[in-house]
């Protein structure tokens, strides 16, 4: 059986490149120790999703020590559009889904050591590959070091999905395609709409912290005016 395997394996290595690709990366696992295993399919199942939340507040958290609330007010709507454009992308990709019906590759293909149960559904394109770079792109927008990290983060996760046995290479690429295109092409409108909201919200002394950390004894929607040196009052004088 295993010669069986083996042998699918290299044929169909040869003849699709996508698949050859899906038998190296997860051919990893095999060679790897049980405990890598484990830690993969729980870091590709959901460590980098929660990676990319803590990511997401901590970027939120930055963005809010702007000078002016009207600043920080258009940083906090796009760092929000961040998770509301991977929530758009995953349902975008359900018709995707039903509409090109792509089995699992472990349904098609022998030897596959599939490291998570369970996934009856659908292969492409992939929701964790599209939720982590819808995340990331829409966190590019807000900021560029934290779009970075959100970026990186998405290529890990697609790569656990190949690796995990859950995914064909072109799933991941098609969902890294879905999940920066909805982030990016939908940026204006979300911005139009939600930073009107983000101002509304920052001006108020009960939830305004949530949008703009003023500086202590700024009133919500003061401007910070720059302390006038000696030497200019002198200059002044």
């Known amino acids: 059986m295993a010669g069986l395997a083996g042998f699918t394996a290299l044929g169909a290595s040869a003849s699709n490149p996508d698949v050859g690709l899906l038998y190296d990366i997860n051919g990893l696992a095999k060679d790897s120790p049980g405990w890598v295993d484990h830690v993969m399919a729980f870091t590709g199942e959901y460590g980098l999703l929660l990676a990319l939340v803590l990511?997401?507040?901590?970027?939120?958290?930055?963005?809010?020590?702007?000078?002016?609330?009207?600043?920080?007010?258009?940083?906090v709507a796009a760092v929000l559009w961040a998770?509301?454009?991977?929530?758009?992308?995953?349902?975008?990709?359900?018709?995707?889904?039903?509409?090109?019906?792509?089995?699992?590759?472990?349904?098609?293909?022998?030897?596959?050591?599939?490291?998570?149960?369970?996934?009856?559904?659908?292969?492409?394109?992939?929701?964790?590959?599209?939720?982590?770079?819808?995340?990331?792109?829409?966190?590019?927008?807000?900021?560029?070091?934290?779009?970075?990290?959100g970026i990186g983060l998405a290529v890990l996760e697609g790569f656990c999905r190949v690796f995990m046995?859950?995914?064909?290479?072109?799933?991941?690429?098609?969902?890294?395609?879905?999940?920066?295109?909805?982030?990016?092409?939908?940026?204006?409108?979300?911005?139009?709409?939600?930073?009107?909201?983000?101002?509304?919200?920052?001006r108020t002394r009960q939830l305004g912290w949530l949008v703009w950390a003023a500086p202590s004894g700024t009133l919500p929607g003061a401007v910070r005016i720059p302390e006038t040196r000696a030497d200019e009052k002198d200059l002044a004088a």
């Open 165 to 202: 046995g859950v995914h064909y290479p072109t799933d991941v690429v098609g969902g890294f395609a879905l999940g920066t295109a909805v982030a990016l092409l939908l940026s204006p409108v979300a911005s139009a709409l939600l930073t009107p909201l983000a101002r509304a919200v920052g």
């Open 55 to 75: 990511v997401t507040l901590w970027c939120w958290w930055s963005v809010r020590r702007r000078e002016r609330v009207e600043d920080a007010a258009a940083s």
């Open 83 to 149: 998770p509301l454009a991977a929530g758009i992308a995953v349902l975008v990709n359900v018709p995707i889904r039903g509409f090109v019906g792509r089995p699992r590759p472990f349904v098609d293909h022998q030897g596959l050591d599939v490291l998570v149960d369970g996934k009856a559904d659908f292969s492409f394109v992939s929701d964790h590959a599209t939720i982590a770079m819808a995340i990331g792109a829409g966190l590019f927008v807000a900021h560029r070091k934290f779009g970075l990290i």
